[in-house]
């Protein structure tokens, strides 16, 4: 090994331990270690070399390679460890400060009041059941007494689909949730207990209609059901929801195919004794009473359409405006304003995704 190269390692090592950053550093391994540095040149002169010389030089020549190389690496995890500690220390992070005002969503007032119906029908014992909204004729109609040349279909403004379904049924959105009495009672039987939400359709639109809303629909069937226990239902129901003993409610008698008798039900804005109970569009004249519920003792035919004994089941079913029920209980008093999706409308209507609604922390959601 000459003088020469004993002093250029050491040059290469003292300006490797100076490389202040990556960039020096790897001018220093171009320099050295490149195709044309100064090691990789000395690594070729090996080839010229007799075998004895080669003897001699070859291990050398690779010591010095390999320490170059060393000094690298160690001044390289230096560098980087530096580089580590400056960013730590200048992204210092105060996890004891209050957490930044982040967008927040709300729970939408349609929501809220779905969970707050199943809270309050799971205590009585009805479990949540589900349908298509793309519904076949039989399901929306037929099956519930209404047949194809039945004057009750032309009440219900239904969007049909131009084709028909595989086994060559009509498809349709279902324009009520009573479709869901079917499905159960084929799927389960009886006795069965469910309540089902959901979208329902229909082509219809002014300030109390849309043309997509919600309804529940209510199905118990069981031996010896009777129009009492719908009654007592109903009230419990109702009262639970408005959250007051107070509540006035309007039996009338009504007509559904899918039911006999039939008892629709509406609900007063006030009193017995004149004091507003629920908020909304109460004091418009002739606006004493909303019209919330559909509902009855289940026609036999339909049990029998579900494929049930109606000598030995019984039931009674109601399907509940989703949209009304909110209206009432939140005081909006324009139903299209819940589909716009306007921020403010939600922010101001909506309720908190914290605040889940059970009976022992009251069903209403507070503000
Ligand atoms: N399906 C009826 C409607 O949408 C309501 C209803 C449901 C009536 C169940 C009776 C029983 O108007």
Redesign the pocket.
Known sequence: MTDTNESKLAEALAAIRDASDAAALDAQRVTALGKQGWVSQLLKTLGGMSPEQRQSEGPRIQSIRAQVSDAIVARKSEIDAAALEAQLASETLDLTLPAPDAPRGSVHPVSQVMDELAEIFADMGFSVATGPEIEDDWHNFTA?NMAETHPARAM?DTFYFPDRDAEGNRMLLR????PV?IRSMVAQGAPVRIIAPGR?YRSDSDATHTPMFH?I???VVDEGIHLGHLKWTLETFLKAFFERDDIVLRLRP?Y?P??EP???VDVGWKDVKGRRVLGGDGDAPGHGWMEL????V?NRRVIEFAGLDPDKWQG??????VDRLAMLKYGMDDLRAFFDGDPRWLAHYGFSPFDQPTLSGGVGARA
């Open positions: 519930l219900h324009t009520h949730t009573s009495q329902v309804q629909e209510g199905l009504s559904f899918f039911t039939s008892v629709e519920l559909g509902s009855g289940i009674f079913a109601f399907g509940v405006g």
